[in-house]
């Protein structure tokens, strides 16, 4: 069974009340951290759960030293999906507003335990939910606690200090998942500092989607990532974005794609930008 699969609006809609399986509603709004909660709460798919970037699905932010969003402790993050219902053979769905990238911070974690079977992201998210004229619920889910146990996966991660000993390497192919204008430094919204990491290559990923949000067919995507990769070994790719989120939208686009799971910087740029010795690169 491939690790990244899409399930449609219609196809959700039809196993939704499927005895095991879990739903996960990961909306998030850099700039409003409540609207995921105040969202949920105002209607969600019926059984789903809300799962929360910042307080589920993040660890606790050391200034000047993590990223945005590190990385949850593995014990804090197998308590929550225990408490979601998450046993080891359970169907997984996860949805967010529509483009996916909170959805694949979840897809990507759940990798990283070891959960890489019945997983999916709900292709084109809720906007994709609503034009299929589905209806939402203001329901709380019905819940049995699960079992899942999971055990980290370190050769999915990669820490800065190593990152920067790979940088001069001709194998690495580094990605930054940001737009172009905060990959070349000419804007920086979030950050202190703009810029990227040096040797990286933009691969913003929003075009892993179509005009209609949904992610492009395998062949295009599989066509993208090799333009980026050239002759290099997909096994020597690295990702990472501002803060280790929309980096795991690369991931999940390129095991879509056909290729093996990549590395995550998953402190990414905040993180990078930390370190005053650590380069930085402006433009193309």
Same mark, same amino acid.
């Given at each position: 069974?491939?690790?990244?699969?899409? %399930?449609?609006?219609?196809?959700? #809609?039809?196993?939704?009340?499927?005895?095991?399986?879990?739903?996960?509603?990961?909306?998030?709004?850099?700039?409003?951290?409540?609207?995921?909660?105040?969202?949920?709460?105002?209607?969600? %798919?019926?059984?789903?759960?809300?799962?929360?970037?910042?307080?589920?699905?993040?660890?606790?932010?050391?200034?000047?030293?993590?990223?945005?969003?590190?990385?949850?402790?593995?014990?804090?993050?197998?308590?929550?999906?225990?408490?979601?219902?998450?046993?080891?053979?359970?169907?997984?769905?996860?949805?967010?507003?529509?483009?996916?990238?909170?959805?694949?911070?979840?897809?990507?974690?759940?990798?990283?335990?070891?959960?890489?079977?019945?997983?999916?992201? *709900? #292709?084109?998210?809720?906007?994709?939910?609503?034009?299929?004229?589905?209806?939402?619920?203001?329901?709380?889910?019905? %819940?049995?606690?699960? &079992?899942?146990?999971?055990?980290?996966?370190?050769?999915?991660?990669?820490?800065?200090?190593?990152?920067?000993?790979?940088?001069?390497?001709?194998?690495?192919?580094?990605?930054?998942?940001?737009?172009?204008?905060?990959?070349?430094?000419?804007?920086?919204?979030?950050?202190?500092?703009?810029?990227? %990491?040096?040797?990286?290559?933009?691969?913003?990923?929003?075009?892993? *989607?179509?005009?209609?949000?949904?992610?492009?067919?395998?062949?295009?995507?599989?066509?993208?990532?090799?333009?980026?990769?050239?002759?290099?070994?997909?096994?020597?790719?690295?990702?990472?974005?501002?803060?280790?989120?929309?980096?795991?939208?690369?991931?999940?686009? *390129?095991?879509?794609?056909?290729?093996?799971?990549?590395?995550?910087?998953?402190?990414?740029? &905040?993180?990078?930008?930390?370190?005053?010795?650590?380069?930085?690169?402006?433009?193309?």
């Amino acid at each position: 069974m491939p690790i990244a699969q899409l %399930i449609s609006p219609q196809a959700l #809609d039809l196993k939704k009340d499927q005895p095991g399986l879990v739903i996960l509603d990961c909306r998030f709004a850099l700039e409003d951290p409540d609207y995921g909660q105040r969202s949920y709460a105002e209607g969600h %798919i019926a059984g789903s759960s809300f799962a929360d970037l910042e307080r589920d699905l993040s660890g606790k932010v050391v200034k000047g030293v993590t990223g945005r969003h590190p990385l949850p402790e593995p014990g804090d993050l197998i308590e929550r999906l225990q408490a979601w219902g998450i046993n080891a053979d359970s169907e997984v769905v996860l949805y967010d507003d529509g483009p996916g990238a909170f959805a694949a911070r979840a897809w990507w974690l759940l990798a990283w335990l070891g959960k890489r079977n019945g997983v999916f992201i *709900l #292709d084109g998210g809720l906007k994709a939910w609503h034009a299929a004229g589905l209806p939402l619920s203001l329901d709380a889910p019905s %819940i049995t606690r699960g &079992s899942f146990t999971g055990k980290p996966d370190d050769s999915l991660l990669l820490s800065a200090e190593r990152l920067q000993k790979r940088l001069a390497k001709p194998e690495l192919t580094l990605l930054d998942a940001r737009a172009l204008p905060r990959f070349k430094g000419e804007v920086e919204p979030i950050d202190p500092v703009a810029g990227h %990491i040096p040797g990286a290559q933009c691969a913003a990923f929003t075009d892993n *989607l179509g005009s209609d949000g949904r992610f492009l067919p395998a062949d295009q995507l599989k066509q993208r990532f090799a333009a980026k990769l050239g002759v290099r070994s997909p096994n020597d790719l690295v990702a990472y974005c501002g803060s280790g989120v929309t980096a795991c939208h690369n991931l999940f686009a *390129l095991c879509l794609a056909g290729y093996p799971l990549g590395a995550l910087y998953a402190g990414s740029w &905040s993180e990078w930008i930390n370190d005053p010795s650590r380069a930085i690169a402006t433009g193309e």
